[in-house]
């Protein structure tokens, strides 16, 4: 089993849809949790970090579910500019034995 | 300059070629990293320096060969690769926080090396 397992898609959503995607992972010590965004042919950008308590930036929202072991990411009223690889990662361990374990990631298409 | 930037944006080099990929922040961050992405392949950690010293190297072939004068630069060498390290490479840089290195990540556009 992957350590950071996330279901490739694609999602095809048209414009204004609200879309959700989850992100399992296996090491039930984990601390701190990502959603990073990647642009085709472009770096990954932090999208946002993922708190204990949920949150929120705008159209996006954020959750985590330690007893599951999952974290989402929803997305209200898809723009065209959403459509994108969404990474998820989540860091494990501390000080320098911390590790970043990336996700394959989602990519999302959000059609006219 | 803001950000992370990188150069070259494109390289192809044959295999018994020597070239460097550089790096350089200009965020302040005392963290600097080489990422590896390969097609159908999540993002492979290569190198960390922290405070200019290397911390992590994850068994990444002597072919490659990092280079860290201060810390907001950081260098590639890379000599007689192979056709299979053909892939998109990342620097990225960080703060170093309370709970170490590796939080939150502002990448370069990278370098997509072909290898031939």
């Known amino acids: 089993r992957k350590e950071v397992e996330q279901d490739p898609g694609p999602f095809n959503v048209p414009e204004g849809a609200t879309v959700a995607f989850n992100c399992t992972y296996s090491?039930?010590?984990?601390?701190?949790f990502f959603w990073y965004r990647q642009d085709c042919r472009k770096e990954p950008k932090l999208l946002m970090s993922?708190?204990?308590?949920?949150n929120e930036d705008g159209r996006f929202t954020a959750q985590l579910n330690r007893a599951s072991q999952y974290i989402s990411l929803l997305i209200r009223d898809s723009k065209l500019s959403d459509s994108a690889t969404y990474l998820c990662?989540?860091?494990?361990?501390?000080?320098?034995?911390?590790?970043?374990?990336w996700g394959l990631g989602t990519s999302l298409a959000v059609n006219p | 300059e803001t950000g992370v930037t990188q150069t070259p944006r494109h390289l192809v080099m044959g295999m018994t070629n020597k070239k460097s990929l550089k790096c350089e922040q200009h965020?302040?961050?005392?963290?600097m990293y080489w990422y590896k992405q390969s097609a159908k392949k999540p993002l492979e950690l290569m190198f960390v320096?922290?405070?200019?010293?290397?911390?992590e190297n994850n068994s990444v072939p002597s072919r490659f060969s990092p280079e860290c004068p201060n810390s907001s630069h950081l260098f590639l060498h890379l000599h007689t690769l192979q056709p299979e390290d053909s892939a998109l490479y990342l620097c990225?840089?960080?703060?170093?926080?309370?709970?170490?290195?590796?939080?939150?990540?502002?990448f370069g556009s990278g370098t997509q090396l072909s290898v031939l």
């Open positions: 993922v708190y204990s308590s949920g």
């Open positions: 990225a840089s960080s703060q170093d926080g309370m709970w170490g290195f590796n939080e939150k990540l502002f």
């Open positions: 320096y922290s405070l200019e010293e290397r911390v």
């Open positions: 990662v989540v860091n494990r361990g501390a000080g320098n034995n911390r590790k970043l374990i």
């Open positions: 090491n039930s010590a984990s601390q701190s």
């Open positions: 965020l302040g961050h005392n963290a």
